[in-house]
C-alpha cells in the first residue's frame, strides 16, 4: 500500500489481512498542513484483471472512528493519494479517469461522473461504487460561498432500448442532502452531472 501526495513522507506499507485507512495515516500530523481531510483518493485494482476501480475516504471521519466504514479496508496494491486544498486535483484524478476510459466497454462505460457550478474544486470524478450525490460534493471540496444550499440538478443520460440516448433532469433537495437525509442523497450513475447553482 503506498502513501502519497499531501503527506510528510509518501511511504509504502507492507499489506496486511484487515489493514485500514486509520492504520496507515494514524493522526493528522502525519499530513501537511492545507491538506484536505474530508477526500482522499485510492486506486485499487481489482482481482482477477486488475481492473482499476477508486474508492474515496474521508479522513477525518476515518481517525473519528477507527474500524468502522468510514476507516476504508485497505487492499494490496492501493494507492492512497492526499490532496491539498489550494491547488486543483486535476494531475491526480486525470490519469485515473484516463486508465479508466481504457478499460470501458460498451457493457460496462466509463465510471465517471461531474460536478459543475458553486463548489470549490469542480471536475470530472471516478465513479465509486455505491456513490451518492453527498459523496460528489465531498470529492468537488463542498459548496462554495456563493452556492446556493436550497436546490440542485442532476443531469443524467439514458440510452433506451433502442440506442438512443435520452437526458433526464433531476431537482436534488440539497438541503436535505447536506442534513443527511437518505431519501434525497441519490445514488449515481454513471456520466451524471450535477450542477450546484449560485445564489
Known amino acids: 500500500v503506498v502513501v502519497q501526495g499531501h503527506v510528510f513522507a509518501p511511504t509504502a506499507v507492507a499489506y496486511r489481512e484487515g489493514l485500514r485507512l486509520s492504520a496507515v495515516i494514524r493522526s493528522v500530523d502525519d499530513v501537511k498542513p492545507n491538506a484536505d481531510l474530508g477526500y482522499l483518493v485510492i486506486r485499487r ?34 494507492q492512497i493519494t492526499v490532496f491539498d486544498l489550494e491547488s486543483g486535483r486535476e494531475r491526480v484524478i486525470k490519469p485515473l479517469l484516463d486508465e479508466m476510459r481504457l478499460q470501458a466497454r460498451i457493457d460496462r462505460p466509463t ?18 461504487p455505491n456513490m451518492k450525490v453527498s459523496d460528489l460534493l465531498r470529492a468537488g471540496g463542498s459548496l462554495s460561498d456563493a452556492a446556493y444550499g436550497g436546490e440542485a440538478e442532476l ?16 431537482k436534488i433537495d440539497l438541503a436535505a442532502v447536506l442534513a ?7 445514488s449515481l450513475q454513471p456520466f451524471d452531472l450535477l450542477n450546484v447553482k449560485e445564489i
Do not use: H, Q
Request: aromatic share 2%; hydrophobic share 45%.
Open 45 to 78: 485494482e481489482l482481482p482477477p484483471d486488475r481492473r482499476i476501480t477508486v474508492v474515496s475516504a474521508d479522513l477525518t471521519a476515518a481517525l473519528l472512528a477507527p474500524g468502522s466504514a468510514a476507516d476504508v479496508e485497505l487492499m494490496p496494491r492501493d
Open 111 to 128: 465510471e465517471l461522473v461531474r460536478v459543475a457550478g458553486r463548489v470549490r474544486v469542480p471536475g470530472e470524478y471516478p465513479l465509486e
Open 180 to 186: 443527511g437525509d437518505t431519501a434525497a442523497n441519490v
Open 155 to 170: 443531469t443524467r443520460f439514458i440510452v433506451g432500448g433502442d440506442g438512443a440516448r435520452k437526458t433526464e433532469l433531476l
